[in-house]
């Protein structure tokens, strides 16, 4: 799953594991294990090229994972060739939602963002706006694109088993 931060990728996905019995996975909760620190400590501690090195390694370790549903980080897709790995190695959706939608959600967040921690209320939204037009190249690569705004997660997962292809590992 693959979308902007705040699109609900890792909300939706844990739910879907479920409804799917799918095991799922977190890459932003896999990095934390793995280097035992926040995610926004890592941005803080070692800057973002490192972060999506490390973030990278952890996306390849996912190889091993035979059937499941994982969960990326907002930028995940826009780095290195993680796109093209990610469509090779399994079937990507793109959670997509509009600007003002994610500015709600991220301004009502309670998990810090390491993108946005130093930005005004007024400077979100423009952010969030030339983000995703930076990002719609990656996004729309997507094997399926679905509208994040009041989706339904069952509506979703049947949609999703519907797919023969679904995973493709």
Same mark, same amino acid.
């Given at each position: 799953m693959i979308g902007f931060m705040g699109s609900g990728k890792s909300f939706v996905g844990r739910k879907l594991?479920?409804? @799917?019995?799918?095991? !799922?996975i977190d890459l932003d909760q896999l990095l934390e294990q793995t280097y035992h620190l926040s995610v926004n400590d890592f941005f803080n501690r070692y800057g =973002?090229?490192? !972060?999506?090195?490390?973030?990278?390694s952890i996306l390849l370790s996912t190889e091993? @994972?035979?059937t499941g549903i994982i969960s990326t980080g907002?930028?995940?897709? *826009?780095?290195y060739d993680n796109m093209s790995w990610m469509k090779a190695n399994g079937y990507t959706v793109y959670l997509r939602m509009n600007a003002?939608? @994610? *500015? /709600?959600r991220l301004k009502e967040s309670k998990k810090p963002r390491p993108?946005?921690?130093d930005l005004g209320s007024n400077d979100l939204l423009p952010f969030i706006e030339a983000k995703?037009?930076?990002r719609e190249v990656f996004y729309s690569q997507a094997d399926l694109v /679905?509208?994040? =705004?009041?989706l339904s997660v069952s509506a979703f997962a049947e949609r999703l088993s519907g797919i023969n292809d679904l995973v493709r590992f």
């Amino acid at each position: 799953m693959i979308g902007f931060m705040g699109s609900g990728k890792s909300f939706v996905g844990r739910k879907l594991s479920k409804i @799917l019995d799918l095991p !799922f996975i977190d890459l932003d909760q896999l990095l934390e294990q793995t280097y035992h620190l926040s995610v926004n400590d890592f941005f803080n501690r070692y800057g =973002e090229d490192a !972060f999506r090195q490390a973030e990278r390694s952890i996306l390849l370790s996912t190889e091993q @994972l035979i059937t499941g549903i994982i969960s990326t980080g907002g930028g995940t897709p *826009c780095y290195y060739d993680n796109m093209s790995w990610m469509k090779a190695n399994g079937y990507t959706v793109y959670l997509r939602m509009n600007a003002k939608a @994610l *500015c /709600y959600r991220l301004k009502e967040s309670k998990k810090p963002r390491p993108l946005i921690r130093d930005l005004g209320s007024n400077d979100l939204l423009p952010f969030i706006e030339a983000k995703l037009i930076e990002r719609e190249v990656f996004y729309s690569q997507a094997d399926l694109v /679905y509208q994040g =705004e009041n989706l339904s997660v069952s509506a979703f997962a049947e949609r999703l088993s519907g797919i023969n292809d679904l995973v493709r590992f």
